[in-house]
Nanobody, 124 residues
């Protein structure tokens, strides 16, 4: 069992930045991949990026590549999503997720545990 709690969402102007946090507790040592997803009203939840815990490798969806960065603080069991140059289309509820499996990590089905989400609003 892993518990995930996101924070850091809020209102930001277009072009601005936010850093989201995902604090993990429980069986964190069993986690292979940490992912970030987002869901805008009326849309499917979509992949944003992932962090492979063992290697530290990160991968991103094309629509955020070059603007968003995933990092981690092992001492705090926390993963971050730094979002720069935010656009109105980035507005959504952002979720972090954890997988205990060696999976690609770009699909919702790859993840075993989810946080409750944190809302990001981008004003134009």
């Amino acid at each position: 069992q892993v518990e995930l709690v996101e924070s850091g969402g809020g209102l930001v102007q277009a072009g601005g930045s936010l850093r989201l946090s995902c604090a993990a507790s429980g069986r964190t040592f069993s986690t292979y991949i940490m992912g970030w997803f987002r869901q805008a009203p009326g849309k499917e939840r979509e992949f944003v990026g992932r962090l492979i815990i063992g290697s530290g490798r990160t991968d991103y969806a094309d629509h955020v590549k070059g603007r968003f960065t995933i990092s981690r603080d092992n001492a705090k069991n926390t993963v971050y999503l730094q979002m720069n140059d935010l656009k109105p289309e980035d507005a959504a509820v952002y979720y972090c997720a954890a997988s205990f499996r060696l999976v690609p990590g770009a699909s919702r089905r790859d993840y075993d545990y989810w946080g409750q989400g944190t809302q990001v609003i981008v004003s134009s």
